[in-house]
C-alpha cells in the first residue's frame, strides 16, 4: 500500500518508524510519504491559509496551494474537465483522498477493512479552521474517491493525529501486518454482529486476591466461548447500547437470545429493541 500525508507538520509522522508499522515499512508492505504542504507554496512566506470569507474567527486553508499538492499527488492535470463518470474510482489501484474533519461521519472499523483494500492512500491534513470546502468538491468532480471522516466527537488542533488513528487502523488489517492474524477476527467492531470484545486475563489465575473466572480455566471451550459471549453481551448492553441496537437477530443463536432478553432486551424482531 502507497500511502501519501500532507501536512504543515510532516515531522510527526516520524513516529510511524517506530513499532509495527516500522517493520511493515521495512518489510515492503507499506510505503509513506510524507510532505510539507508548504513546499507547493510560491510566496515568500510560504502561507497556506487565510481569512475566512464571510468573516468568522480563524484562518481557512487555501485552495490553491492544496490543489497544486494535490494534482501533483494524484496524478491529475491541473487543467483536468470535470467529469460525472466514476472510470477513475473504479480503477484497482486508484487512489483515495482522505480528509479528516471534525464535521464529517465518523470513522470506523468497516471504514478502516474498506479502505485496507485500497492501492494508494492520500491524506490530506488540515489545521486552524480547516480547509476550503471546495477542495473535496473539485477533486470528487473529477472522479476522485474523496472521503472526509471524523474520528470521534472533540475537536483536535489539525488533522494530524486523526490521521495517525485511522492509518493504524487501516494498516493493521494488511496481510502481514500483524503477527497473530486471528487477534484481529475476534475484536470489537469486527464483523456486521459487532459487539465490544470480552474482558481478557493472563496468568497468574490469582493475583493480589484476584481470581480470574474459574471457567476460563476449566479446561472446557465450549463453556468459555459461551461465557466470553456472554460477558461481550453484558458489557456491551451496558456500556454501548447501540450496538445491541444495531444488531440482527436472525444472527443470535438461542444463547445469545436468552442473555439478551436476561438483559433487558425484546429480541423477536429485526434488531433488538431495550424494554422499560
Ligand atoms: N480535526 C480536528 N478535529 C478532528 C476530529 N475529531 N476528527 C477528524 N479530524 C479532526
Request: glycine share 8%; aromatic share 18%; hydrophobic share 40%.
Given at each position: 500500500m502507497d500511502i501519501d500525508i500532507v501536512s504543515v507538520?510532516?515531522?510527526?509522522?516520524?513516529?510511524?518508524?517506530?513499532?509495527l508499522f516500522g517493520k511493515a515499512m521495512e518489510r515492503g508492505l507499506v510505503t509513506v510519504r510524507a510532505h510539507n504542504l508548504?513546499?507547493?507554496?510560491?510566496?515568500v512566506h510560504q502561507s497556506v491559509d487565510d481569512t475566512p470569507v464571510g468573516g468568522g474567527a480563524g484562518m481557512v486553508m487555501k485552495p490553491e496551494v492544496w490543489a497544486e499538492c494535490l494534482d501533483e499527488l494524484l496524478g491529475i492535470p491541473a487543467d483536468a474537465p470535470a467529469n460525472t463518470d466514476a472510470d477513475t474510482t473504479t480503477a484497482p489501484d486508484a487512489p483515495v483522498l482522505i480528509f479528516p474533519n471534525p464535521s464529517a461521519p465518523l470513522f470506523t472499523q468497516q471504514d478502516a477493512t474498506e479502505l485496507s483494500h485500497a492501492g494508494h492512500l492520500v491524506f490530506g491534513c488540515g489545521r486552524?479552521?480547516?480547509?476550503?470546502?471546495r477542495i473535496p468538491q473539485y477533486y470528487r468532480a473529477r472522479g476522485v474517491d474523496v472521503r472526509e471522516y471524523s474520528i470521534g466527537d472533540y475537536v483536535l488542533n489539525g488533522g494530524e493525529v486523526a490521521v495517525s488513528v485511522m492509518l493504524e487502523a487501516i494498516t493493521r488489517?494488511?496481510?502481514?501486518?500483524?503477527?497473530?492474524?486471528?487477534s484481529i477476527v475476534e475484536?470489537?467492531?469486527?464483523?456486521?454482529?459487532a459487539l465490544l470484545e470480552h474482558s481478557q486475563y493472563t496468568k497468574p489465575a490469582t493475583w493480589r486476591g484476584m481470581a480470574v473466572p474459574p471457567v476460563l480455566i476449566s479446561g472446557d471451550h465450549g463453556k468459555v466461548d459461551r461465557f466470553r459471549r456472554d460477558e461481550a453481551l453484558e458489557k456491551t448492553s451496558r456500556l454501548r447500547p447501540d450496538l445491541i441496537a444495531h444488531l440482527?437477530?436472525?444472527?443470535?443463536d438461542k444463547a445469545d437470545r436468552k442473555t439478551l432478553i436476561a438483559l433487558g432486551w425484546e429480541v423477536s424482531g429485526a434488531h433488538p429493541r431495550k424494554l422499560g
Open positions: 507538520f510532516p515531522e510527526y509522522f516520524d513516529v510511524l518508524n517506530l513499532s508548504r513546499d507547493w507554496t510560491h510566496d486552524y479552521e480547516g480547509y476550503d470546502a488489517l494488511l496481510p502481514g501486518f500483524m503477527g497473530n492474524a486471528a475484536e470489537s467492531y469486527t464483523g456486521a454482529n440482527d437477530c436472525a444472527a443470535l
